[in-house]
């Protein structure tokens, strides 16, 4: 089956600094990635949507410029968290959808960001 | 629907009974929905799916319901097992949205022997 993969699949950093977490299809090509952010006991919601090629589409409220997205091939999408604050502390996951199955996506395990 | 809510409503089931788990939706737009199953530190796992000229669809141990008239989703697990136990989550998405899901609030299933 597809398969998605995330690094890290953790993080520690201190405030100010800045994280990039990567997310690749293993096995398939993916010219749409998403990104989603999770706090404990809540659902997970979408931040942005990456296009190879092109600009991310963020969702509302959420700032690009803190939340740097870029999708340079078919197979990874990365998401840059800059100057990372407590509150940025979460479980980041994206999920990639198949050029061949446009309808189904694939989620990564999560990467759990903790800023100090 | 929003995700709204510190906890997450909790299904407590015995071993070997069948679970349902519900979800509403609030876009009359959505045509496809799915249902993922979330480990603890782990991403979703695609379960089932069904699109919105379909009312029933059966899996393996699972069913998925669909009232576009109330707008309400169910999944039922058949002969629930310990492995159940984890966060289930109901996502919509409509055709015109380049595969957006939005997700629902999520239900902790906790399998009790």
């Given at each position: 089956g597809a398969v998605v993969s995330q690094h890290p699949s953790w993080v520690i950093c201190k405030s100010g600094t800045s994280v990039k977490i990567e997310c690749r299809s293993l096995d398939f090509q993916a010219t749409t990635m998403f990104w989603y952010r999770q706090f404990p006991k809540q659902s997970l919601m979408l931040m942005a949507t990456s296009n190879e090629g092109s600009k991310a589409t963020y969702e509302q409220g959420v700032e690009k410029d803190k939340f740097l997205i870029n999708h340079a091939s078919l197979t990874l999408s990365t998401l840059t968290v800059t100057s990372?604050?407590?509150?940025?502390?979460s479980f980041y996951i994206c999920s990639a959808r198949d050029v061949r199955d446009q309808e189904t996506q694939y989620f990564g395990p999560g990467t759990r960001l903790l800023v100090l | 629907g929003e995700n709204v809510g510190l906890h997450l409503p909790t299904l407590s089931v015995q071993e070997g009974d069948n679970s349902i788990i519900n979800c509403a939706y609030s876009n009359s737009a959505s045509d496809y929905f799915i249902w993922y199953k979330q480990e603890s530190g782990k991403g979703p796992q695609f379960i089932i799916d069904i699109r919105s000229n379909m009312d029933k669809r059966q899996g393996q141990r699972v069913t998925v319901l669909l009232n576009k008239t109330v707008k309400h989703l169910s999944l039922q697990i058949a002969?629930?097992?310990?492995?159940?136990?984890a966060v289930y989550f109901c996502a919509e998405s409509e055709t015109d949205s380049w595969g957006k899901l939005q997700f629902g609030a999520g239900t902790q299933v906790v399998v009790t022997p």
């Open positions: 990372a604050h407590p509150e940025d502390s | 002969a629930t097992q310990p492995g159940d136990s």
